[in-house]
């Protein structure tokens, strides 16, 4: 069976986690929460495998102290978790659910007498229906909506918060939601996309210099990224392999970085950008203090006549998870040169995610999901791999603790290195979680 690497091959101050998200996890029919887009997304039929939403979930909202002993258990350093802005504010703005304000705020404390570093991130995807029925990313005002979010979770947790990340994912919350339709609100418009691209940015900005001026510090975001191959060498297919490329993997990055977004993109989203647009760059390019890095898989990308981008997923040859997704682990190693090349230029980069979905079987109480801790091992290697040609990666964050609710998938795919019974809500350590204990285990020198 493959061996994951032990931390003693890191450097002493690299830092292991893991992280979750609060929709995905918490039961989001508890606590005075209010109505987000992921649940009316998954009332419409179609959205999402079996119209499941997170209204249960794992309800870590009642279990969270058994969650984070798991943690510890698992001799991680950090723990990634986000807070929801509808149950912190159930109408987005305006009035504070104390509830669920107290709620975040047993959690840290919770993190801290267990010797965990909270790793906060503000928004992981469950835009306030409020908010969403005044156009949600697409409404420029939705920058100060949440930088008004922002400060009512600083001021009762900044004292106590390791990191912060403004945003996970950039690309779900404007492309994937609004382009490709995929994800709440559902939408499939460029003009919606561009705004929303341009707007989730703008919110990243004013909310990373608004927090900077309140004090808070190592302030970052999480961007996702995928290893874009282009399926043939033609002129075609390597034109639509560069627009997916930048798209997915240089646009947010761009924006976030350099205060631009890459030509390919303005080739097609410029006409829909806002008015007066550029005005904007200089505030989403906020100074940041470390980058977080998304990786899971890569895509082979064909050219698709029609109108721009002119891309097109297709099959590739590599073995691939639950989802489907190729696996790949190069593709980090790419990411991580890239980003500290590139962009981030000399700043800390964090994978603040990688893992597997898998077929995991339950075998008389175990899961031996010896394919997640090759996957794991894999990534890890390449991560090194990244280190070794000078990146300054200082940690490594696994997705996800839980078995939990993956969005359009429902709670069919499970990413946990914990399984999850979704009727007792029983939670099992599989495999992968001892391997990992064990592997990051300190030994006294
Ligand atoms: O479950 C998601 C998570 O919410 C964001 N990153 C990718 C994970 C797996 O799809």
Redesign the pocket.
């Known amino acids: 069976m493959t061996q994951l690497p032990d931390r003693s091959v890191f450097p002493n101050d690299f830092l292991f986690g893991v992280s979750t998200?609060a929709y995905?996890i918490e039961g989001h029919a508890q606590g005075g929460v209010g109505s987000t887009h992921w649940d009316s997304f998954a009332a419409t039929p179609g959205n999402v495998a079996k119209a499941e939403d997170g209204a249960r979930a794992c309800d870590h909202y009642h279990r969270w102290q058994d969650d984070l002993d798991l943690i510890r258990d698992g001799n991680f350093d950090v723990y990634r978790f986000s807070t929801s802005w509808a149950r912190v504010m159930p109408e987005g703005r305006g009035a504070v659910n104390a509830e669920g304000l107290d709620f975040y705020d047993r959690l840290v404390d919770g993190m801290l007498e267990r010797g965990l570093k909270p790793a906060l991130t503000l928004y992981?995807?469950e835009l306030p229906s409020p908010l969403a029925d005044l156009g949600g990313w697409r409404n420029r005002d939705v920058a100060g909506w949440f930088t008004d979010y922002a400060e009512v979770v600083m001021k009762r947790l900044g004292d106590r918060i390791w990191s912060t990340a403004t945003i996970?994912?950039f690309w779900?919350v404007a492309w994937l939601s609004h382009f490709i339709g995929a994800h709440a609100p559902g939408l499939r418009d460029i003009r919606a996309a561009a705004r929303a691209v341009h707007h989730v940015l703008l919110a990243h900005g004013t909310a990373a210099r608004a927090m900077r001026d309140w004090g808070v510090d190592n302030i970052g975001a999480v961007f996702?990224f995928e290893y874009t191959q282009p399926e043939t060498d033609s002129a075609e297919d390597t034109a639509a392999a560069r627009n997916w490329d930048a798209i997915y993997n240089r646009m947010f990055l761009g924006a976030a970085f350099h205060g631009a977004y890459p030509d390919e993109v303005l080739a097609g989203i410029a006409p829909h950008l806002p008015d007066n647009w550029q005005d904007d760059m200089a505030t989403i390019a906020a100074p940041l203090d470390w980058c977080g890095v998304?990786y899971?898989t890569r895509k082979v990308i064909a050219h698709q006549p029609g109108p721009w981008p002119n891309t097109h997923e297709t099959k590739g040859d590599l073995p691939v998870t639950d989802?489907g997704w190729e696996i790949y682990p190069d593709g980090l190693r790419h990411f991580l040169s890239m980003v500290h090349r590139d962009y981030a230029r000399g700043l800390p980069i964090y994978v603040t995610?990688n893992g597997m979905a898998a077929p995991d079987a339950l075998v008389n109480g175990r899961i031996d999901d010896r394919d997640r801790i090759a996957y794991l091992a894999q990534h890890l290697d390449a991560a090194r791999a990244a280190m070794a040609g000078g990146v300054p990666l200082k940690g490594y964050f696994t997705?996800?603790l839980l078995d939990?609710y993956?969005?359009a998938y429902g709670y069919d795919k499970r990413?946990g290195i914990v399984h999850v019974d979704f009727d007792s809500l029983e939670r099992r350590p599989k495999a992968s979680y001892h391997a990992l204990a064990q592997a990051l285990e300190r030994v006294r020198k």
Do not use: G, L, T
Request: glycine share 0%.
């Open positions: 998200s995905q992981h995807w996970n994912e779900c996702n998304n899971y989802m995610e997705w996800s939990n993956e969005w990413f």
